[in-house]
């Protein structure tokens, strides 16, 4: 019996999904609510203090920068003082920072907020992720992680819709501080929960000689990370520029936006039952080919109706990919690094967040806006051999690769 199974099923007994409603979905939907009526805003506060657009986008793009940038850091908060103790630092951490953004007197302060910002996500996701990696059961992994992040898309979509009146009456501050309140409370809500006895325990290595030891994996597995990370950072930065480029209203904008966020929320429960179902090469190279319909048709559409389509196909691979990197983390995982590895694995899809939409104003510049697009169809078709290549493909929990040192 391996050590998480001990961990899983004799110290803290089986855990059911629906007993981590209120302790973990339902505070993710909290979060992403603030999450979502904030991000539009964040651009327009940099705007009032006298940024320009393109370091308003700079600006913007620092909240991503954050993540990077802890990502390894937070792997060795949660392993020295939990998943309990980590969330209550995330917590404080994105308080700080949203506070810093609504009261900052100037962008420096505005852009440190941001940085605070992504840091909390940093150690806010880690955390969740090796709490549910801990107490799940292996057979119900792909359903927890793609209801983790369902929740958060859920909460994500609807934040601009519950968020429109505060922004009404105060301006862009009051997505700022609609998201400090859901912060706070799904902070609060999160600390119920108890961290799950430590495994593997004894001389804990360097984050360094983690990433050392664990290169393979992460060199393989975590290049399919890095490329989906990409794609789905980079759909959201090529969407908006090619229906200007288009010449479509903000309007129309708005609805290809909805319809797509809502194929994505829709497929976010489907996709961890795929995943459980059938195993995790199946959902990831269907989710990669999809993403590369999507970009390779977006050059030939020059109306709503052509870009919703695209735009559709898109949604559709960011929902079937819902939660599948966190699953195929939390698979080679080692127990006793556990914290410190997938600190390291969410680095890899985080600097893909980060590149994708820099590549996507890189190449445009370059070239044209739709050599952007037919980029990365290229990009999203290599994502999809990757996993073709090294995802697990067995089917059921029990041929599932074991956690080994990579």
């Given at each position: 019996?391996s ?7 004799e ?6 999904l ?9 505070p ?26 393109g ?12 993540m ?23 917590s404080?951490?994105?308080?700080v ?7 900052a007197?100037n ?10 910002g ?9 955390a969740?992720?090796t709490?549910?990696v ?13 209801t ?11 934040g ?6 505060v922004?009404?009456?105060l ?33 804990r290595?360097?984050?360094g ?49 909805g ?20 195993g ?18 977006l ?22 990919s ?7 983390g ?7 690094q556990?914290?410190?590895?997938l600190?390291?694995?969410?680095l ?10 820099v590549?996507?104003?890189a ?27 090294w ?10 690769p ?5």
């Amino acid at each position: 019996m391996s050590e998480r199974s001990v961990l899983v099923g004799e110290a803290a007994g089986p855990v059911r999904l629906r007993s981590l409603t209120w302790t973990v979905f339902v505070p993710m939907v909290v979060y992403g609510v603030g999450s979502g009526a904030a991000a539009p805003m964040y651009a327009l506060r940099a705007l009032d203090l006298g940024a320009s657009a393109g370091l308003a986008g700079v600006i913007v793009a620092l909240s991503g920068l954050g993540m990077v940038l802890t990502d390894l850091p937070a792997g060795r908060v949660v392993a020295r003082i939990g998943e309990r103790g980590a969330l209550g630092v995330g917590s404080v951490l994105g308080a700080v920072g949203v506070f810093a953004a609504i009261v900052a007197p100037n962008v420096a302060v505005l852009a440190l907020g941001m940085l605070l910002g992504g840091a909390a996500g940093a150690v806010w996701g880690l955390a969740r992720q090796t709490y549910l990696v801990a107490v799940v059961p292996a057979g119900d992994l792909g359903r927890a992680m793609s209801t983790l992040a369902g929740s958060m898309r859920l909460g994500f979509f609807c934040g601009p819709f519950l968020g429109a009146a505060v922004v009404h009456s105060l301006g862009p501050n009051g997505g700022l501080w609609l998201q400090l309140v859901t912060t706070v409370i799904s902070g609060a809500a999160m600390a119920a929960i108890r961290s799950p006895e430590a495994v593997g325990a004894g001389v804990r290595l360097s984050l360094g000689a983690v990433v050392v030891e664990h290169r393979r994996t992460l060199g393989t597995l975590g290049l399919a990370a890095l490329l989906v990370g990409a794609a789905r950072a980079a759909r959201l930065a090529l969407l908006p520029l090619w229906a200007a480029h288009i010449g479509l209203s903000a309007s129309a904008t708005s609805l290809v936006f909805g319809v797509a966020g809502a194929v994505d929320v829709v497929m976010s429960y489907p996709a961890g039952v795929w995943l459980d179902r059938y195993g995790r090469r199946a959902t990831g190279v269907p989710s990669m080919i999809l993403f590369a319909l999507g970009f390779g048709a977006l050059p030939f559409t020059s109306s709503v109706l052509g870009l919703g389509c695209a735009a559709v196909l898109l949604g559709l691979g960011n929902g079937l990919s819902n939660g599948l990197i966190m699953t195929v983390g939390a698979d080679v995982a080692p127990d006793g690094q556990r914290a410190e590895f997938l600190g390291a694995w969410r680095l890899t899809h985080d600097i893909g967040m980060f590149a994708g939409p820099v590549a996507v104003g890189a190449i445009s510049a370059l070239t044209v806006l739709g050599g952007a697009a037919i980029a990365l169809a290229v990009t999203a078709a290599a994502g999809a051999y990757t996993m073709h290549r090294w995802f697990p493909g067995a089917v059921g929990a029990a041929s599932r690769p074991q956690r080994s040192a990579g």
